[in-house]
């Protein structure tokens, strides 16, 4: 049961019902009315904005609105009070009897309870990661993995049809700068001392292994051909072995992406060509001259006339250039046909997750979208996912030796496991800047949320170790014994999971299960302790097998919710700590 669901159809039932006695008019729209929970738990369990959003349309104040619903939901066995609050908001207080209803229906979902039919099956595609395939993932791809992946799971949980995908960028001078790298520790393998790595080839050690392969499968052959000529078979290798490497990275963060789509093949099958032609066929390339950058212009800028894309008629600063001096595509010119390929494969919602740096990108990605889906109906979500500062118990971490230039994504899950980075990954909002400190989040506290959730389910299953066979019979418990405050507060934490799935879905926000399972997890501690303080609130009862069956019954629905929150987040729930 989704509870705001529910009651958010019982309020327009009723709408339409005063419409059709003649008290309000016929066909209002009752698309916007929503059932929400309470601002205070004073005021209630629940709150409509029913009588505001219809108050313009039905030609009547808001609170006179309000008075004809009130009246119309006192009948309503499930209520027990209503409310008119400010202009019109009505809270909704509900029967005690009616909680039972909600923990049955989630005990029989079980894990599936809080999954949603909100998409519809519709098509999202979610590119995450896409680095450059020239090293390592550093910590910074790491926080936007992990929201990716999250963000993907989070949808597809809320009934959209989701691909996981990552766009190889293995075209282009970066490429064949880490094809020279390559064949500079080829030689290194071969027993030549190459000495200090020069600026502009990457320096880290990670390229070692791809030069050692090399010297495996060529011996010396390399050595005697000019460039032009070992070029591509190093560059082949080399990006292949990174990829490897990145998934590997990848999967140590429990991260496994269905497709992988390569930027040099777009270019092979003639995709960036179709694509140019297309726009072109439909006016939006023209030959002109673009104004020189604000401020100092690049040492590469050009003042000459080339092909530019009409970027500027889709909401973008500037009209981007499709082909270099030299007669190539550019990027941008990829990044069309990209987009177009993602169209053609019938996606209604492209989302994009890049760091912050790549903010700049946001307004050319939704006008190459906007151009390419023409008269389909798809929309391209940019997501940012701000930087993440390293810290060992508040002094910041060095750098890291093997990459050469910065912290990998694996020096930070081997040190502190995949499960804590995910979850304090996930523990802030994508857009505000996230403090990591290694110390803090292995400390067994409060103060550390991942440890405090993983905490609330381990406790839970310690409980049902010691219930023994009585734990198997809770599909039969009376809930109706349960009426504490501590246990009706976890039962309407409960309630809420089904429109925290849909309410972040919508926003494309995982942060919020994150901070809803924290919640909970302080929720059920603090029956926990309870329980402590008052024998006749513990769990088990001895004297009393019905009420423990009941109380039971509530563990698992709470572990239910744990691991089908963490499993969102793409953390495993603990059974013992």
Known sequence: MNLFGHFQQIVRAEIAGLSHSGKLPLGLDLTRIV???????AHGDLATNAAMVLAKSAAMPPRAIAQLLVERLAGNRDIQSTEIAGPGFI???????????????????????????LGAGEKVNVEYVSANPTGPLHVGHCRGAVFGDALAELLAVAGFSVTREYYVNDAGAQVDVLARSAYLRYREAL???????PSGLYPGDYLKPVGQALAYDHDKALLDMPEAAWLPIVRD???AMMMDLIREDLAALNIRQEVFISEKSLHETGEVERTVEDL???GLIYEGRLPPPKGEPPEDWEDREQTLFRATQFGDDIDRPLIKSDGSYTYFASDIAYSRHKIMRDF????YVLGADHSGYVKRLEAIGAANAGNRDVKVIVRLCQLVKLYRGGEPVRMSKRAGEFVTLRDVVDEVGADVVRFMMLYRKNEAPLDFDFKKVTEQSKENPVFYVQYAHARISSVFRNAGAAAEAVENADFSRLGDDAELQVIRRIGEYPRVIEAAAVAHEPHRIAFYLYDLASDFHALWNKGKESPQLRFILGSDMQTSLARLALLRVIRYVLANGLGILGVKPVEEM
């Not at 909680?99 to 309870?113: N, V």
Request: glycine fraction near 8%; charged fraction near 30%; avoid cysteine.
């Open 280 to 282: 072109r066929s439909r």
């Open 191 to 197: 027993g030549e001392d190459i000495g200090e790595i």
């Open 237 to 239: 290798r080399a990006l």
């Open 348 to 351: 209604k919602e492209l989302v």
């Open 35 to 41: 059932v929400e929970p309470s601002r205070e738990a």
């Open 91 to 117: 809270n909704i207080r509900l029967k005690v009897a009616f909680w039972p209803k909600l923990l049955s229906s989630a005990l029989a979902l079980g894990q599936r309870y809080g999954s949603s039919t």
